[in-house]
């Protein structure tokens, strides 16, 4: 059977025009044609106005370098430097232009929040061209890796630990400094020592205002290398890392918001990221949607308020635990009395406020009652006799389960998971976002803004086509 072979001896020339290199419906001629179209009078470059030097690169152009760039699954400046010389797509992208790769870097942390603002005109341009209606909101949160290492964050108990280690080292290296001039040895080991010494006495510091600051701030931990990143435990084990926010269209599952947070978990996020994405649409939503991570009453409530359905499971209606016999709502509450009574007839009594749960604290109202009844050691093993806790908001919370099991509801929340968790699987695996490469809470929303451009973007060809998005770009500014 024949076989094909390649011939590296063989002459070819390329078009002789950097125009050519690419086809007409080659996806980059889309970003390419979408850069072209931001509103650039907002966007506000600083480009020096002098002679002098080098000349500058056109902004426009390492705009496109950097979001092509990820969308094409490369984010370190190193490798958007080796596109720029090796792929024909790139090379085509920036007409021929090889900026290196301290360039790239250094456009990329100076225009944090011009990032950002490109993730906003996008989600307009998505508005105009009718492909968000924000009438429905499905919000998910997932963990993304900080660019820090967890061993870097501090406690006040490391902090005090590594204080003492650091005072013995200096104390040690003042003796050996010392013994070092006594004997009149080479400056060799006297400098070592002396860079060693300048190192602790720096890390110390360091440390000092650490433990400053977590006393100031309320914190648990703090990360020496990323200040705004916390301890965050996930699938693959506990990071320093950022919790990553997003707000989805119900329309076509495009990103409406994204937002990054130090917060460890989702319960206190639900109407703050809904209202930041409802100002990001410029209309409110008539549904908002999230899984039982975010079932805070108090947070549900001020979304409820506005008179935007709230579609969000409690945990025991997540976890479809059977409720049991001698569950909280087989007693009946008396809100006149504000009293329960128990299944066996018995009366529990209100007893106090539990400020920090903000809960009602009710209790068995003689604790033998409970050490008779034929129900104890099942319904409670307390020699005490039974509590409960009811939330100040109980029957708000009880609205909202009842609301959640609506047909409408379950239909709505059906939904949930291909649109809110298709923007993560395809900005982590397919974009390969394992870890942000900027830090600081800026530095990772700037990076998350590009990535949810591309998905946006991505989105916008899967729908349109690539001359669908040309012939828009073509005809108006996004």
Not at 51 to 75: A, N, V
Not at 261 to 271: E, I, L, P, R
Not at 361 to 374: E, F, G, K, M, S
């Amino acid at each position: 059977m024949p076989i094909k072979c390649g011939d590296r001896c063989q002459q070819t020339f390329l078009p002789p025009s950097v125009e050519d290199y690419v086809s007409e419906d080659n996806v980059v001629r889309a970003y390419d044609a979408f850069i072209d179209a931001l509103d650039w009078n907002n966007l506000r470059f600083e480009i020096p106005s002098n002679s002098m030097g080098r000349p500058k690169y056109d902004p426009k152009t390492m705009l496109k370098l950097l979001i092509y760039g990820y969308s094409y699954c490369i984010r370190s400046s190193r490798k958007l430097e080796r596109a720029c010389h090796d792929n024909l797509s790139f090379i085509w992208l920036t007409g021929g232009l090889q900026p290196d790769h301290k360039t790239i870097a250094e456009f990329r942390r100076k225009n944090k929040k011009l990032l950002k603002e490109i993730f906003k005109q996008c989600v307009r341009f998505c508005i105009k061209c009718n492909l968000i209606d924000g009438n429905a909101l499905f919000l998910d949160g997932t963990k993304v890796r900080a660019n820090a290492s967890i061993k870097n964050s501090y406690t006040q108990k490391k902090c005090l630990k590594t204080l003492s280690r650091i005072d013995e080292r200096i104390d040690e290296l003042l003796e050996e400094c010392e013994k070092v001039d006594q004997q009149e040895a080479g400056e060799g080991q006297h400098g070592k020592l002396k860079k060693e010494l300048s190192e602790k006495q720096s890390l110390r510091r360091t440390v000092e205002r650490v433990m400053k600051e977590l006393g100031e701030e309320d914190r648990n931990s703090k990360n020496i290398v990323d200040p705004d990143c916390s301890n965050m435990h996930s699938t693959q084990g506990t990071h320093a890392s950022y919790n990553v926010q997003a707000a989805v269209d119900g329309k076509n599952g495009l990103i409406a918001h994204i937002d990054t947070t130090d917060q460890v978990n989702d319960s206190c996020q639900f109407a703050d990221q809904i209202t930041r994405a409802n100002e990001m649409i410029g209309t409110k939503c008539k549904t908002a949607c999230a899984d039982a991570g975010y079932a805070n009453t108090d947070e549900l409530k001020k979304i409820a308020d506005q008179n935007i359905k709230v579609v969000v499971p409690s945990q025991r209606q997540a976890l479809h635990n059977d409720a049991g016999p001698f569950s909280n709502d087989k007693f009946m509450y008396d809100p006149a009395l504000d009293q329960y009574t128990c299944p066996a007839g018995n009366l529990l009594t209100y007893r106090g406020l539990n400020k920090l749960k903000k809960t009602k604290v009710y209790h068995i109202t003689d604790a033998n009652l409970c050490r008779q009844c034929p129900h104890f050691g099942v319904c409670t093993k307390s020699p005490v006799g039974r509590k409960l806790a009811r939330l100040m908001n109980e029957e708000y919370k009880q609205l909202l389960e009842k609301q959640y099991l609506e047909p409408e509801s379950q239909a709505i929340y059906s939904r949930r998971k291909e649109l809110s968790e298709h923007p993560f699987g395809h900005i982590k695996r397919n974009l390969k976002l394992d870890a942000f490469l900027m830090r600081g809470r800026e530095g990772a929303l700037a990076e998350l803004s590009v990535l949810a451009t591309c998905f946006n973007v991505t989105r916008v060809i899967s729908i349109l086509g690539i001359s669908g998005i040309l012939g828009i770009l073509a005809n108006r500014a996004v």
